[in-house]
């Protein structure tokens, strides 16, 4: 069974990555690259409408219901990609779009910083101390994906590496499906043919996040200490540089990307 969900990701994505890659180029819905390039960031949309169309397949043949969270994934992919087409430079980081919220700028960083956290907030439906604190990690996760989005295939290898696991302790078929189709979009990013953007990045962490979430409380404590000390060096320290000065992190980061 998990086989099948796989390859029907694999197949669902490879029909629809031409047209959406198409749509967003056509429509000025372009990026640059770390290599200067203008590229579509049209790989985090080419995920979400793979996962729509996954699950209309899935209430169709067996009525089952995961529309909730296609909600939730939908709302922090938009989030994201509000802020990759409004290509805001001056302000980087939480920082510096708090700042330019202080002088009465709105920016799109700042949209997407508040909004994420609120979006999983209302997912969780609980307003407590617990879940104030929960979401502030999950939120912490979700962005440690745009920490890492700096270079082709790096976002999709850091998620197949924490998603597999966790869809091995939880038995769900349907996370194969979008391990086929993160697959694709790892093929797409190596081969620079399109970006994941925020939107696509954020959207990762997100899937992570809420697996994360359902898990027993002292794996999710140990994971929520992870993600902690990865945000601050995030904060502090250049991921490129890093992984740069590890051989090991360096070989796994170039397997597959263009030289």
């Given at each position: 069974?998990?086989?099948?969900?796989?390859?029907?990701?694999?197949?669902?994505?490879?029909?629809?990555?031409?047209?959406?890659?198409?749509?967003?180029?056509?429509?000025?819905?372009?990026?640059?690259?770390?290599?200067?390039?203008?590229?579509?960031?049209?790989?985090?949309?080419?995920?979400?409408?793979?996962m729509l169309v996954g699950e209309l397949i899935e209430v169709a043949l067996?009525?089952?219901?995961?529309?909730?969270?296609?909600?939730?994934?939908?709302?922090?992919?938009?989030?994201?990609?509000?802020?990759?087409?409004?290509?805001?430079?001056?302000?980087?980081?939480?920082?510096?779009?708090?700042?330019?919220?202080?002088?009465?700028?709105?920016?799109?960083?700042?949209?997407?910083?508040?909004?994420?956290?609120?979006?999983?907030?209302?997912?969780?439906?609980?307003?407590?101390l617990l879940a104030i604190i929960e979401v502030i990690f999950l939120s912490?996760?979700?962005?440690?994906?745009?920490?890492?989005?700096?270079?082709?295939?790096?976002?999709?290898?850091?998620?197949?590496?924490?998603?597999?696991?966790?869809?091995?302790?939880?038995?769900?078929?349907?996370?194969?499906f979008i391990l086929g189709v993160i697959m694709v979009t790892l093929y797409?990013?190596?081969?620079?043919?399109?970006?994941?953007?925020?939107?696509?990045?954020?959207?990762?962490?997100?899937?992570?996040?809420?697996?994360?979430?359902?898990?027993?409380?002292?794996?999710?404590?140990?994971?929520?200490?992870?993600?902690?000390?990865?945000?601050?060096?995030?904060?502090?320290?250049?991921?490129?540089?890093?992984?740069?000065?590890?051989?090991?992190?360096?070989?796994?980061?170039?397997?597959?990307?263009?030289?």
């Amino acid at each position: 069974m998990e086989v099948l969900y796989l390859i029907a990701g694999i197949v669902i994505s490879t029909l629809f990555a031409k047209l959406v890659i198409n749509f967003c180029y056509n429509s000025q819905k372009k990026i640059k690259n770390y290599r200067g390039q203008h590229l579509a960031v049209a790989l985090g949309m080419l995920i979400l409408l793979s996962m729509l169309v996954g699950e209309l397949i899935e209430v169709a043949l067996f009525a089952s219901n995961g529309l909730d969270l296609l909600f939730v994934y939908t709302a922090v992919f938009l989030f994201g990609y509000i802020d990759d087409i409004s290509n805001d430079k001056t302000n980087k980081g939480f920082k510096g779009h708090t700042k330019a919220f202080l002088k009465g700028n709105l920016t799109s960083g700042f949209l997407k910083a508040c909004g994420i956290p609120l979006i999983l907030l209302i997912y969780i439906t609980r307003f407590s101390l617990l879940a104030i604190i929960e979401v502030i990690f999950l939120s912490m996760l979700v962005n440690l994906f745009n920490f890492l989005d700096l270079r082709p295939g790096r976002c999709q290898k850091v998620f197949i590496f924490s998603f597999l696991p966790l869809t091995l302790l939880t038995s769900n078929p349907q996370d194969y499906f979008i391990l086929g189709v993160i697959m694709v979009t790892l093929y797409l990013d190596l081969t620079e043919l399109s970006v994941l953007g925020d939107g696509g990045s954020n959207l990762l962490g997100a899937l992570v996040a809420l697996k994360v979430l359902n898990l027993p409380i002292g794996i999710k404590l140990f994971i929520y200490f992870i993600v902690l000390v990865m945000t601050i060096i995030g904060e502090k320290y250049s991921y490129n540089r890093l992984i740069s000065k590890s051989k090991l992190l360096s070989f796994i980061d170039q397997i597959g990307r263009k030289s």
